[in-house]
């Protein structure tokens, strides 16, 4: 017995043909069933939005609709990343809502680390973390002569037996 391997995957009704309206007249439910079940969910897989003239229609212009919201800034390579949360703590939900038409937002903020990294490294020490991103936050010491300690604990001394 050998299983039937196909290329493509199978996304619209179109792919199928007339299989699906043979299923029904036969009344053939379960082929029906297993055939819908390996269609795509996804609304916009549908045969009728697939044709040339659906995709050459520019929707946007048609419908008069502003531009695309970003889905995505990195903070660390975008130069211009908008930020409207402080205008919410101070002004409320009415007061974001108008920033955010004004200025849109983009959906997810983030560095370049992935997500799962991200919540790996908001979990570690500021030490761990500095040491992933290779900065050097070690403080420089100031070693003192031994002479110097002397004359600073005499001075403690001597003010603690003042006191």
Not at 23 to 41: K, P
């Amino acid at each position: 017995m050998s299983a039937i391997q196909t290329n493509s995957v199978l996304v619209n009704e179109s792919q199928l043909g007339v299989r699906l309206n043979q299923a029904i007249g036969s009344n053939r439910r379960g082929e029906f069933g297993l055939l819908l079940s390996l269609l795509s969910i996804d609304a916009r897989d549908m045969a009728q939005f697939n044709t040339e003239k659906y995709k050459s229609a520019d929707l946007r212009a048609k419908f008069d609709l502003p531009e695309q919201q970003r889905l995505l800034n990195q903070l660390d390579t975008d130069e211009l990343c908008i930020d409207n949360s402080q205008v919410y703590q101070q002004g409320g939900v009415t007061a974001f809502r108008l920033a955010n038409a004004i200025h849109e937002e983009a959906m997810v903020i983030r560095r370049n680390e992935t997500l799962d990294m991200e919540e790996v490294l908001a979990n570690c020490e500021l030490n761990v973390r500095n040491k992933y991103k290779r900065v050097n936050a070690s403080a420089e010491l100031q070693l003192t002569h031994f002479v110097d300690q002397l004359q600073m604990q005499r001075k403690m001394s001597e003010f603690i037996a003042q006191a």
